[in-house]
């Protein structure tokens, strides 16, 4: 009887340790364990409505791209007094964050108003100490894509660099890490996969697009074709 009692026992051990690592395996936790939910898109922002993550068109050059965030780095170059690496936690980690919902107009006809938030470009390349005779900041992407703007537009406009949107983190096909968020600029200059950050005093760089013939300013207001 004590034999078939201590086999018993071990039995039922055995059948609950099973149990425990299938509920591991099936994505349940232990107590005192914690594990992180994914987070849930909003839709709404302060009564205002918000287009999707998934509203979006794939038009990039070399199609989404997968960003290795283990060995990434933001690179702050050219004409600065400190040249700057972060990695993705530094970028994020130790700089002001905000937040400001900014509507995406595409060439192609199409928009999106999505809730953004990241830091502001100004904070990054003030930190780098701008040397005087930088004129022109060159944004690199991971894919070889680039684009240009002056070095006023990104001091005196609050530009985000956003690695958010609708409270998510930006997806990869969306541009993860990160992707610049240029209110009142046709949707070809919202790089995405930002690597570099380069200063410059070459007032005639032309990035992808606008050495293709599209408008180096790409305001709003007027054509986004550069004749």
């Known amino acids: 009887m004590v034999i078939r009692i201590i086999i018993s026992v071990t039995l039922l051990a055995a059948v609950i340790a099973g149990v425990m690592v299938a509920m591991d395996k099936a994505g349940f936790i232990r107590a005192g364990e914690t594990k992180e939910l994914q987070t849930v898109e909003i839709r709404e922002y302060e009564g205002e409505q918000l287009s999707s993550v998934s509203d979006f068109r794939e038009n990039s050059i070399k199609g989404p ?8 780095k933001l690179k702050i170059t050219g004409l600065v007094d400190k040249p700057t690496d972060y990695t993705y936690d ?12 900014v509507r995406l107009n595409c060439v192609e006809g199409w928009s999106v108003n999505i809730l953004w938030e990241g830091m502001l470009v100004r904070d990054l390349i003030e930190e780098a100490k701008v040397l005087p005779e930088a004129r022109v900041v060159i ?15 990104l001091l005196d406009n609050d530009i985000i660099m956003a690695y958010k949107m609708n409270e998510i983190i930006i997806p990869s096909e969306r541009g993860f ?23 410059s005093d070459d007032v005639n760089y032309r990035g992808f697009w606008e050495s293709r013939g599209y408008s180096n300013e790409a305001d709003l207001d007027k054509s986004f074709f550069g004749f």
């Open 65 to 72: 791209q997968y960003v290795d965030i283990e060995g990434y």
């Open 90 to 101: 530094q970028v994020i980690k130790q700089h002001q964050l905000y937040q400001k919902v």
């Open 139 to 153: 944004f690199h992407a991971y894919d070889g894509y680039t684009t240009s703007f002056p070095i006023e537009y």
């Open 177 to 199: 890490p990160f992707q610049l968020v240029t209110e009142s600029k046709w949707g070809y200059k919202w790089i995405k996969w930002v690597t570099e950050i380069e200063l």
